[in-house]
C-alpha cells in the first residue's frame, strides 16, 4: 500500500501524503517518544520526518523501501534532537521530575518499569535497534537500513541489548527495587 | 516468541498507549514544508546562477573538508532585483558597505541582483556557526558572457580558522542530479583533484569554471565565471575595478 502511496507522490498527486501520513502518524509520533523518551519532543521529530518525507520523496528510488527509509528519517530526526535537547539543558533550571506512580503497582506494571529504566540505561543506538525491532516490528534487514548500518552490526547490537536488559533485570530483581519514572 | 520477547514488545506499546499526535500536526507539516520549498524556490528559476554560486560553494568546501564539523558553505538568497537603483536599495539591509559597479570596462552590464544569507553546514546537512548577509550581482555582455560577484559579510570557512582562497583559480565541474551514481571515471578524476563535482542540478552539466576571490576589511569577495571565457587577467581587472570603488 505504501509502495503506491509513494508512486502517486512521485507522479505529483499530494493527496497521496495525506494517505501516507494517516498510515504512519501515530506510528510515527509514538517511535519517536521511545526513542527521545520526551513526548513533548516526540511531536516536533514526527512532524520534521514528515516534512523531510514531502520535500524529498523524489529521492526515494525503490518505492517500495519506503518503510526503512522513512524510519531512518526519523531515526536521525530523533537522534537531531536529543543532541540539541542535551546541548540545551541548563543544569541550573531543570525541573523537579514528578514522578506518576501507583499505590499499589500490579506486577505485570512494575516489571515494565524495570524495563523502561533497563532501557533507558542502554546507549541510543542500542535503544533505537531495540525499539525498531520490537515496537516497530522492523526486519534486521529494514534495521540496518533505517539506521545506516551493516546487518551484522544490528544483529551484534540487538543480541547485546538484549542481554544487557535481561542482566538489568534480574540485578534490579535481587535489589527490590522499582522505580516510577514516565514521560 | 520468547518470554523475554513477548513482554519487551508488550511494555513499549504500553509505554507510549496514550502519545498521540496533534490534530495540527498535518497543517503544520504543510506549512514547513511550503516555506522551505520558497526558500529554495529561487534556485529552479534560475538555475545558472546558482550553479555559480554552488561552484564557489563546492570549490570552497573541498579545500576545507577536514576543518572540524564544517562540511560546505550554503548560500540562499532571491536574484529577483532587476535593476540596479534597486540593488542599491537592497545593500541598506546588509549592514556592511558592498563594493560593486555598474558596468565593467570590458562591457560586462549589470544583469540581475540579490540578496540572502550565507552559513555553514554540517554533512548532515544541519546549519552551523554564524549567518552572514550576502549579496550576488550578476553581469552580461552581449556575447552572451556571463560573470557573478558574490559578496559576503563573513566567512564559515575563516569562522574555523581557514582562511579562503584569494587570487585566480579554475576548475572543471560536473554538475550532477542528486540521485547521480559516480561513475569510475569520474572517482578517479575527483580523487587526482581533476574534477569537482557539485550535487543538486536538474541534469549533469560539464563547466569550466573560474575564480577571483579576495577579502577586503572582512567582506569576503568572489567573481565566479563559467565557460573559461575570461582568463586570470581580465578577471584581475574586474576585481580591481571593484576593489577601486
Given at each position: 500500500m505504501e509502495e503506491t502511496l509513494v508512486r502517486r507522490m512521485q507522479a505529483g498527486d499530494e493527496s497521496a501524503f495525506d494517505e501516507l501520513f494517516a498510515l504512519y502518524q501515530k506510528q510515527a509520533v509514538r517511535t519517536a517518544a521511545l526513542i527521545t523518551g520526551d513526548a513533548a519532543l516526540a511531536e516536533d521529530v514526527a512532524q520534521e520526518t514528515f516534512v523531510l518525507c514531502l520535500l524529498h520523496i523524489n529521492d526515494l528510488r525503490e518505492p517500495s523501501r519506503f518503510r526503512p527509509w522513512f524510519f531512518r528519517t526519523l531515526t536521525r530526526s530523533a537522534w537531531k534532537a536529543l543532541q540539541n535537547k542535551l546541548l540545551a539543558i541548563d543544569l541550573e533550571n531543570l525541573p523537579e521530575m514528578a514522578a506518576e506512580t501507583e499505590p499499589y503497582p500490579s506486577e505485570k506494571a512494575a516489571a515494565y518499569e524495570k524495563l523502561y529504566r533497563a532501557l533507558d540505561g542502554l546507549g541510543r543506538k542500542q535503544r533505537t535497534t531495540v525499539i525498531l525491532y520490537y515496537f516497530n516490528d522492523l526486519s534486521i534487514k529494514e534495521i540496518a537500513e533505517a539506521t545506516g548500518t551493516l546487518e551484522s552490526t544490528v544483529k551484534t547490537r540487538l543480541f547485546a541489548a538484549r542481554r544487557r536488559l535481561k542482566q538489568v533485570l534480574e540485578a534490579e530483581e535481587q535489589k527490590g527495587e522499582v522505580v516510577y519514572e514516565r514521560f | 516468541?520468547?518470554?523475554?520477547?513477548?513482554?519487551?514488545?508488550?511494555?513499549?506499546?504500553?509505554?507510549?498507549?496514550?502519545?498521540?499526535?496533534?490534530?495540527?500536526?498535518?497543517?503544520?507539516?504543510?506549512?514547513?514544508?511550503?516555506?522551505?520549498?520558497?526558500?529554495?524556490?529561487?534556485?529552479?528559476?534560475?538555475?545558472?546562477?546558482?550553479?555559480?554560486?554552488?561552484?564557489?560553494?563546492?570549490?570552497?568546501?573541498?579545500?576545507?573538508?577536514?576543518?572540524?564539523?564544517?562540511?560546505?558553505?550554503?548560500?540562499?538568497?532571491?536574484?529577483?532585483?532587476?535593476?540596479?537603483?534597486?540593488?542599491?536599495?537592497?545593500?541598506?539591509?546588509?549592514?556592511?558597505?558592498?563594493?560593486?559597479?555598474?558596468?565593467?570596462?570590458?562591457?560586462?552590464?549589470?544583469?540581475?541582483?540579490?540578496?540572502?544569507?550565507?552559513?555553514?553546514?554540517?554533512?548532515?546537512?544541519n546549519k552551523i556557526g554564524?549567518?552572514?548577509?550576502?549579496?550576488?550581482?550578476?553581469?552580461?555582455?552581449?556575447?552572451?558572457?556571463?560573470?557573478?560577484?558574490?559578496?559576503?559579510?563573513?566567512?564559515?570557512?575563516?569562522?574555523?580558522?581557514?582562511?579562503?582562497?584569494?587570487?585566480?583559480?579554475?576548475?572543471?565541474?560536473?554538475?550532477?542530479?542528486?540521485?547521480?551514481?559516480?561513475?569510475?571515471e569520474d572517482k578517479e578524476k575527483e580523487a587526482a583533484g581533476e574534477l569537482m563535482i557539485s550535487v543538486g542540478s536538474e541534469e549533469v552539466e560539464v563547466k569550466q569554471m573560474e575564480y577571483y576571490g579576495w577579502n577586503d576589511e572582512g567582506i569576503y569577495y568572489s567573481l565566479v565565471g563559467f565557460d573559461g571565457s575570461f582568463g586570470e587577467e581580465a578577471m584581475a581587472a574586474m576585481a580591481t575595478e571593484i576593489m577601486a570603488q
Open positions: - | 516468541m520468547k518470554d523475554f520477547d513477548r513482554m519487551m514488545k508488550a511494555a513499549l506499546s504500553e509505554k507510549v498507549w496514550d502519545v498521540e499526535p496533534s490534530e495540527q500536526m498535518l497543517a503544520n507539516i504543510r506549512k514547513e514544508a511550503d516555506e522551505r520549498r520558497k526558500e529554495n524556490g529561487f534556485m529552479k528559476m534560475n538555475k545558472k546562477k546558482m550553479m555559480t554560486a554552488a561552484a564557489v560553494i563546492a570549490a570552497l568546501s573541498v579545500t576545507c573538508y577536514a576543518a572540524g564539523q564544517l562540511h560546505s558553505v550554503v548560500s540562499h538568497g532571491s536574484p529577483n532585483i532587476e535593476t540596479f537603483a534597486e540593488l542599491e536599495k537592497a545593500e541598506k539591509k546588509l549592514g556592511f558597505d558592498a563594493k560593486y559597479v555598474e558596468t565593467f570596462a570590458n562591457g560586462m552590464t549589470f544583469h540581475r541582483g540579490g540578496t540572502g544569507e550565507t552559513y555553514g553546514m554540517d554533512e548532515e546537512g554564524k549567518k552572514y548577509k550576502m549579496m550576488t550581482v550578476s553581469y552580461a555582455d552581449e556575447k552572451g558572457n556571463e560573470v557573478s560577484l558574490n559578496i559576503d559579510g563573513g566567512s564559515p570557512y575563516a569562522d574555523t580558522g581557514v582562511e579562503e582562497a584569494e587570487g585566480y583559480s579554475t576548475n572543471t565541474y560536473k554538475f550532477v542530479p542528486v540521485d547521480y551514481k559516480l561513475t569510475e
